[in-house]
């Protein structure tokens, strides 16, 4: 039963275009959510969070909205570069839980 | 800054041998995790420390895995004795106290033939 799904394996853009990855959750007492990106052979890497009582969180070209009445979440990257090339993981926190449940995982690929 | 270290980053070793993967969390941090990714399921929560005490570890597959955090700045997981199944990416992270942003070592790849 994933609580956190990210339905799009693999998105492949032109540089300088935009980036849109996509996350659902199924659990309404979410509330806060994260988005890291990992690179081959690295450790996954915090890029940008957002609270569930706010609706967007902006930093540098990386942008998450939330949609909480659709249980939707997307990560926007504007623009695009070759190095966002990675698997970029969505993650969902319960609470006061220290508990975070990931996606499995997008890949991107952004071609020069 | 240094980051979370894990060591060994890659191990390879047979059916029934013990494997002891180790971690050293960012200092100050004091909640430390144990993740497993597979292909089939992802990234998966093993086990918890918070303050070198284990709060939960509900997600240990089995017996013959057991973590240890002697200190703040050390934790080790080990599995004895190792399966081919037991073959994934084993990640450490921390976090400093309460905050949900968890900060991951590079992983050790192991690998059971």
């Known amino acids: 039963d994933q609580q956190v799904k990210q339905n799009s394996p693999s998105l492949s853009v032109q540089e300088g275009r935009i980036s849109i990855l996509n996350c659902d959750y199924t659990?309404?007492?979410?509330?806060?959510f994260l988005w890291y990106k990992k690179y081959p052979a690295e450790g996954p890497t915090f890029l940008i969070s957002i609270s569930s009582i706010k609706d967007k969180n902006e930093d540098g070209r990386f942008t998450v909205f939330l949609n909480k009445s659709a249980k939707h979440l997307s990560l926007h990257i504007v623009p695009s570069q070759p190095g966002d090339s990675a698997v970029y993981f969505c993650a969902a926190r319960e609470g006061s839980n220290y508990k975070l449940t990931f996606g499995k995982g997008t890949l991107l690929t952004v071609n020069p | 800054d240094a980051g979370v270290i894990q060591s060994p980053r890659h191990e390879v070793t047979e059916m029934g041998q013990e494997v002891t993967l180790r971690c050293k969390p960012i200092?100050?941090?004091?909640?430390l995790f144990w993740y497993r990714q597979t292909m089939m399921r992802g990234l998966e929560l093993l086990i918890y420390f918070n303050n070198n005490v284990p709060i939960d570890d509900s997600g240990m597959p089995e017996d013959r895995f057991s973590a240890k955090m002697p200190n703040a700045s050390f934790s080790t997981l080990k599995i004895q004795p190792s399966e081919p199944r037991d073959s994934a990416v084993y990640f450490c992270?921390?976090?400093?106290?309460?905050?949900?942003?968890?900060?991951f070592g590079p992983g050790t790849r192991l690998t059971v033939t």
């Open positions: 659990n309404s007492m979410f509330d806060y």
């Open positions: 992270a921390s976090s400093p106290s309460v905050a949900p942003e968890q900060y």
């Open positions: 200092s100050g941090h004091n909640s």
